[in-house]
C-alpha cells in the first residue's frame, strides 16, 4: 500500500448493472422505455443544434426553465422542486441532508440495492427489516425510532407497490425524520405520494426520467416537497457541484414534461404489454408477483433462475438475475415491446422443453 | 425548529457566481469563453437530434468514448482518466476519496473559493498558508505533514501561474498525500503538470471544458492521473451516481476534443486580447497581476473596486468582485471578445473621468 492510499475512502466498489451492446439483442435488464422519448424531445435537440453556442456559457444553476416545467405538471410550486443527474443522483443529495442521525435509518431488505451503498459511502447507520413472505413491506416495522425512513413504491426487484394509506400509515408514525418514498416506477399503475405534501412537511417525494419518459440517457431526476426541503437539499447541492443540469437536459427535460399525451400513451402500452406477458410467463410455470411497475419478477416453477438467466443471455436475450438471499430464484425482467416480449418467449419456450 | 431538521447536514449555502440575462450586456463575471464551442459540436448536435431514441438507454457509466478522446489527445491510458459532471464534480469526487486523514489539508488563503467548501461539507480539516505580498504562492508553506494538497495552477482568481519545477518540488516534497493541481486555466498559456505523471504517482491533474474548449453549459470535467488515482475516484463515484455523464455531454465531448486546431485558435485569440486588454487598463490606472488565464485581476491606483464594480454593473457590463480580506480592492475581469473590451473600457473611461 502506497503512504496516501491509507487516506483513500474505503467503499465497496458497487459495480453498475451490465449495459450490453449487441446488434439484435432484446435488453430487458436495465428498465429502461422500450419506447424513444417524446417527438417533441427530437425537435428540441434540433433547436439545440442551432443554438450550439449557448453552451459556451454555465447553465442556470437553479434550472428554473426545468423546474417551473415540473411544478406546473405537478400543481406544485417552485420552491417544492429539486432537479439532479438522474434520481441516483438525487437521493444522494437526500441521504446526505436528511441523514446526519446516530439512529439508523430504515429500509426493506429487498430494495434498490444502491440504498446501502449511499449508507455506507456517507457513514450512515441503517437497519433493513425483512419483508414479508410474500415480499411485501410489514408497516409496524417502521414504528420505531430511526434516522430516516427510504421506501421505494413500488419497491423493486419486487415491483409490488402500497396504496396511498399505507404510506400515510408509515409517515403518519414518523413526524421525527424525513421520509423519503422513492417512486422511480410510479407511473406504471401505483397510487403516488404526492397528495401526502400538502399535510405532511417531513415527505420526500422522488421520481425520475429514466423509466416514464424514456430518457435514461439525459440523467433527470426530481424530488418533491416542503420548501424547508427543498432548500435544505439544494443549499447542500450547491456545496458540491452548483451547476450539475447541463443545457440540454434542461431543455431536453422540459420539452418531455411539455408532452403529457405520449407520456401517458406509453406508460398505457408498457401497462397492457406488462399484464400480457404476466399471463404468458404464468402458463409457461412461472409465478410473477402483481406489478405496478414496468418490469416483472418471476420464479419459475421447476427450473433455476440462474440456469435460466444464463441461457437468455447466451441467446442475446439480457434479463436481470440477483445472486441474494431470498431472491435468488428470481429473475427481473424488464417490459419491452410486444416484440421483445414474443422473442423471450420464444427462447424461454426452447429452454423450458 | 422541527423535529427531523436537528439531523439536516449543517453547511454554509454556497451562492453561485451570478447569472445575468440582459440582453446587450457584456458578460466578463464568470470566466467563460466569448468563443462558441468547436463547429464540429454544432455538426454532433444535428447527430444527436436524428437519435433523439437513444436517449431512453442509460448512458454508457465508462463513458469510454469520451476517455478514449481524452487519453488519445493526451497521450495517456484510458485508465488514467476520470470524467465528471464539470471540474467541480471531478475535485468534489477527489476531496471525497482522497481526503480522509486527520491532518489537515493544504490550499492558499487565496485560492478558488470552493475549496474550503468542499472541505466543510466533507469534514476534512484544512489550513490555508498565505499567498506572499505579491499573491504568490510560498513552496515552503507546502513542506509540512499534511492530509493532502490542492493547487490551483494558474490560481484563481489571481491569474498566476507557477512553472513546472515549482509544481515538481511541492509534488517531490509531498510522498505521503496527494496532489491534486487544479488546472481549470491551463490552456491560456501556463505549463501542465502533465509531464509529471510519469514520475508520481501521488498527482492528480484536473482540467475542464467550460474555459477552453467553450462548453460551460456542458458540464465536463476530467481528471488525470495513475491508474491507482482513477480506479479509486471511480470506486467513490460508482457509489454516489454510477451514470453522471449524460448522452448529449460524452458525444458533444468528444466532438470538442477531435477539433484541435479550433481549440487552439481560440486560445490564442484569447491569449492575444487579454495582453492587450492588460496593456490598455494599464493606460487607465491598473495595476494588473501577469495573467496566465483568461481574465485579468486588476487593482485601480485611486477608485476602490466596489465602487467600479458597481458603477460597470449599472451599465450593463458584469466583472466580478469579491468582498474579502487583501482582494477586496481588486477585480476578476473575464476575457471576452475584443468587442467586449472595448465596451469595457469605454464605460471604464466614463467611470474613472
Chains 1, 2 share one sequence.
Not at 35 to 51: D, E, M, R
Not at 167 to 183: A, G, L, M, Q
Not at 204 to 221: E, H
Request: proline share 5%; hydrophobic share 40%.
Amino acid at each position: 500500500m502506497k503512504a496516501w492510499e491509507k487516506n483513500f475512502r474505503k467503499v465497496e466498489p458497487y459495480t453498475p448493472g451490465e449495459q450490453p451492446v449487441f446488434a439484435d439483442m432484446v435488453k430487458l435488464n436495465t428498465n429502461e422505455n422500450p419506447y424513444p422519448p417524446s417527438p417533441k424531445v427530437a425537435q428540441a435537440f434540433a433547436l439545440l443544434g442551432n443554438q450550439a453556442g449557448k453552451c459556451r456559457l454555465y447553465p442556470d444553476f437553479k434550472a428554473e426553465v426545468l423546474v417551473g416545467a415540473l411544478s406546473d405538471y405537478y400543481g406544485l410550486e417552485k420552491n417544492q422542486v429539486f432537479v439532479g443527474v438522474g434520481s441516483d443522483d438525487v437521493l444522494s443529495v437526500a441521504f446526505l441532508t436528511f441523514f446526519n442521525s446516530d439512529k439508523p435509518i430504515l429500509f426493506p431488505d429487498i430494495t434498490y440495492s444502491f440504498y446501502d451503498v449511499w449508507a455506507q459511502v456517507y457513514a450512515i447507520p441503517y437497519e433493513r427489516p425483512a419483508l414479508d413472505e410474500n415480499f411485501r413491506i410489514r408497516r409496524e416495522d417502521y414504528y420505531r425510532e430511526n434516522g430516516g425512513i427510504v421506501i421505494a413504491n413500488p419497491n423493486a426487484p419486487t415491483s409490488i407497490a402500497e396504496g396511498l394509506e399505507f404510506i400515510e400509515d408509515i409517515v403518519r408514525h414518523n413526524t421525527e425524520s424525513v421520509v423519503v418514498v422513492d417512486e422511480a416506477y410510479v407511473d406504471f399503475g401505483a397510487q403516488s405520494a404526492l397528495p401526502l405534501l400538502e399535510k405532511y412537511e417531513n415527505l420526500l417525494v422522488v421520481q425520475t426520467f429514466s423509466k416514464s419518459r424514456s430518457m435514461a440517457g439525459m440523467r433527470i431526476g426530481y424530488a418533491m416537497g416542503h420548501p424547508g426541503l427543498i432548500q435544505a437539499m439544494n443549499d447542500v447541492k450547491y456545496s458540491i457541484n452548483s451547476y450539475t443540469m447541463n443545457y440540454p437536459s434542461l431543455v431536453l427535460g422540459t420539452a418531455a414534461v411539455e408532452d403529457e399525451a405520449y407520456f401517458k400513451e406509453c406508460c398505457e402500452k408498457i401497462i397492457k404489454t406488462r399484464e400480457w406477458a404476466r399471463e404468458v410467463l404464468g402458463r409457461m410455470g412461472f409465478s410473477c408477483l402483481e406489478s405496478s411497475a414496468n418490469f416483472l419478477f418471476a420464479a419459475h416453477g421447476s427450473v433455476p433462475a440462474k440456469k435460466i438467466f444464463t441461457a437468455l443471455r447466451e441467446r442475446g436475450i439480457f434479463v436481470r438475475y440477483f445472486d441474494k438471499p431470498r431472491i435468488e430464484n428470481y429473475l427481473r425482467i424488464t417490459v419491452g415491446t410486444r416484440e421483445q416480449m414474443e422473442r423471450l418467449f420464444y427462447a424461454l419456450s426452447e429452454i423450458l422443453r
